[in-house]
């Protein structure tokens, strides 16, 4: 088993634990969706980020590999699927639809398991899930999204530090990276990997602590899920 299947299969079991749980409560309340999504350039410590956060808030940080690993084994999709409660698993394909109606878009097999692995996960909860523009499949009503910039001489410091490359062939990751991250959120939502007003908050983490990083988006991730539930008991 490699280390990806042990962390999926890790957080299924949570999942399928929690389920197992709240079938046996007599009222389990409704709470709104506790995962993050984390939108980062190469060479700006976003990974690095993500995983403190992670630690932070005690969830399952789940990078793209993972993502994709779910996504073309029907196997783990039939488990995450199944690991949801009834009335969502019932909105799952409409939500899928909806994410892509009215725009002239080719839903390909691989775009619909994603954005069905991705709500199924917003609704169970639990992880940080960084890259594959978890927060254009999520929108601002489920999650909290962040984006993770800075400037590119200093991402290239950074890969040359952390990775012990040479500054071309890092100005290179860097420059591949950033075009392949740009065309894929395009060709798959129609949108603006950089555009700020997709994100809840959005960092330069050229100047700043990543720890004093991670105190804030705590702090503001708690208090979006507490309005979130907030207007959700309004609509009730």
Not at 98 to 127: H, K, N, P, W
Request: hydrophobic share 35%; net charge neutral; glycine share 6%.
């Amino acid at each position: 088993m490699t280390s990806i299947e042990s962390i999926i299969n890790r957080q299924l079991l949570k999942w399928e634990l929690e389920k197992q749980q709240a079938q046996e409560q007599a009222h389990p309340q409704p709470r709104p969706t506790p995962i993050v999504t984390i939108s980062r350039q190469t060479g700006s410590r976003g990974s690095y980020f993500g995983s403190r956060l992670a630690q932070r808030l005690g969830y399952q940080r789940l990078h793209r590999e993972a993502i994709d690993f779910i996504c073309n084994s029907s196997g783990y999709r039939r488990r995450v699927i199944e690991s949801l409660d009834d009335h969502f698993r019932g909105r799952l394909e409409l939500l899928v639809e909806g994410i892509f109606t009215g725009q002239a878009v080719d839903l390909g097999d691989y775009a619909r398991q994603l954005c069905s692995v991705v709500l199924s996960m917003s609704e169970l909860g639990g992880v940080v899930l960084i890259g594959r523009g978890g927060n254009f499949i999520l929108g601002p009503d489920r999650g909290f999204h962040v984006r993770v910039v800075c400037p590119r001489e200093k991402r290239v410091d950074n890969l040359v530090k952390y990775k012990q490359i040479n500054p071309a062939a890092a100005a290179r990751e860097i420059d591949k990276s950033d075009q392949e991250r740009r065309r894929f959120v395009k060709q798959l939502f129609n949108a603006d990997i950089d555009d700020p007003h997709h994100y809840d908050l959005v960092f330069n983490t050229a100047m700043m602590d990543i720890e004093e990083l991670v105190n804030t988006t705590e702090l503001a991730a708690k208090a979006k899920m507490a309005k979130l539930t907030h207007l959700d008991h309004d609509s009730t």
